[in-house]
Nanobody
Framework: QVQLVESGGGLVQAGESLRLSCAAS????????MAWYRQAPGKQRELVAT???????NYVEAVKGRFTISRDNARNTVYLQMNSLKPEDTAVYYC??????????????????WGQGTQVTVSS
């Protein structure tokens, strides 16, 4: 299967920046979509940003102009650059990747994997 490992969360003050990373490992054959979600206390998980294989990006309205999703294909890593952070950005951030992997004997299967989550806390 494919595993995701996140890093980069932390505690910052409003207006500061953070960059989250999410590295995928395993017998990855192709990656279709990479995305970041977040879940604040008492709220549902929401989609923050997506990056599709063709390079198309989408952002939730609340982060447009402040967050940037990008990827390093050679490292199978997705990043979320977060600038001008606000207290309302406080949440646990999760990466999500879907694509295909080699399950053995060149039998290609689809996968969707989640990272373990990383806490982002923005103080006012």
């Amino acid at each position: 299967q494919v595993q995701l490992v996140e890093s980069g969360g932390g505690l910052v003050q409003a207006g500061e920046s953070l960059r989250l990373s999410c590295a995928a490992s395993g017998n990855i054959f192709s990656i279709k979509t990479m995305a970041w979600y977040r879940q604040a206390p008492g709220k549902q998980r929401e989609l923050v940003a997506t990056l599709r294989s063709g390079g198309v990006t989408n952002y939730v309205e609340a982060v447009k102009g402040r967050f940037t999703i990008s990827r390093d294909n050679a490292r199978n890593t997705v990043y979320l650059q977060m600038n001008s952070l606000k207290p309302e950005d406080t949440a646990v951030y999760y990466c999500n990747v879907d694509g295909t992997y080699d399950s053995g004997a060149y039998y290609i299967k689809e996968f969707t994997s989640w990272g373990q989550g990383t806490q982002v806390t923005v103080s006012s």
